[in-house]
């Protein structure tokens, strides 16, 4: 497997159609806590209106099937108002993630018939998976998504704001909560880092790889941090969509659509103009997967993160991180 280039921080990429940038958002399938499945799906309808209107296709996860005593709610692909809804958005052109088997921890046998649930209503398997945080068969989470000095860092952080250490076994052979060979075999890109740059390619210009440290996965990405209406709105004021489209990057939002974007089925206004504003501009606008798919072609095919990149890579998130809290 080739190894990525020793891409500057800022990597020239040739978009199709001419196009300036790249724009996408993944919007993470968490909900308020206390919705029904009505009052979360009421959350989300207006937001994907608007997004469509706009020409933007994005990425949305769901679960697959309900879970059991999750923090939010759990609506999930086996309510069918939902399942119509997403499908409904799948034929307009809006990918379907997951945001692993259910809202609460799975076991393989239920990530199994998640999967094969998933594969019997969309006729694929999903193209891209994202960890839920408290889920035990996360795959390569908390300090397992880093390696060495980081990876015990943030084993001592999590373990002083959690009292214990935060577990992930889905990469872990023998466990009961190990998919680490269905996650390699069916899915395309997992995420991993978040970053407070609109540019999000400018900070992690290796996406998506290959880490030989983390075999189960076969490509990671990374994400720019709109986690809530606030932080969104944040990311792409005025200034930075400008600055955006003038680096020629690539922008992919991580995001939660039910934390605070719509008030009594009315989207936040300052939102709707920075979307209809960004939407006029000169930007390449897919899903995620078809992004990430993009920036592989350019380079190639997949492509493997060298263990100096990765360590720039860690040390980067990490600064973020800290500055951030």
């Known amino acids: 497997m080739p190894t990525v280039p020793d891409y500057d921080r800022r990597p020239q990429i040739v978009w199709p159609g001419k196009k300036r940038f790249a724009f996408t958002i993944v919007d993470d399938t968490d909900t308020m806590l206390g919705d029904s499945d009505k009052q979360a799906l009421d959350r989300l309808r207006p937001i994907y209106d608007l997004l469509l209107d706009c020409g933007l296709r994005t990425t ?111 990469h872990k052979e023998g466990s009961r909560y190990f998919w680490g060979d269905l996650c390699r075999d069916n899915i395309s890109f997992v995420r991993n880092f978040v970053f407070r740059d609109i540019n999000t390619l400018a900070n992690d210009p ?45 922008c992919i939002v991580y995001t939660h659509f039910a934390f605070g974007f719509t008030r009594e089925g009315k989207v936040d206004s300052r939102f709707a103009d920075l979307i209809r504003r960004l939407s006029g501009l000169s930007g390449y606008f897919v899903p995620a997967s078809e992004l990430l798919g993009h920036l592989k072609a350019y380079r190639g095919g997949q492509t493997e993160i060298p263990p100096h990149a990765l360590r720039t890579l860690q040390s980067r998130w990490l600064r973020d991180a800290l500055h951030a809290s």
Do not use: C
């Open 206 to 250: 290796w996406m998506p790889y290959y880490s030989a440290r983390h075999p189960f996965v076969r490509a990671w990405f990374s994400a720019s941090d709109g986690g809530d209406v606030r932080r969104f709105i944040r990311l792409i004021s005025e200034e930075n969509q400008d600055r955006l489209m003038e680096e020629g990057g690539a």
């Open 60 to 170: 949305k996860t769901a679960w697959v099937l309900s879970g059991e005593q999750a923090r939010t709610s759990v609506i999930s692909l086996q309510n069918d108002d939902y399942l119509n809804w997403i499908l409904g958005l799948r034929q307009q052109g809006v990918e379907i993630a997951i945001h692993g088997a259910a809202g609460s921890s799975s076991d393989r046998e239920k990530t199994i018939r998640a999967l094969d649930f998933y594969r019997q209503v969309m006729g694929e398997y999903p193209r891209m998976h994202t960890n839920h945080v408290g889920n035990i068969e996360n795959i390569y989470w908390y300090d397992d998504r880093l390696v060495g000095i980081p990876s015990l860092a943030y084993r001592a952080y999590n373990a002083v704001r959690r009292g214990a250490r935060a577990l992930s076994l889905g």
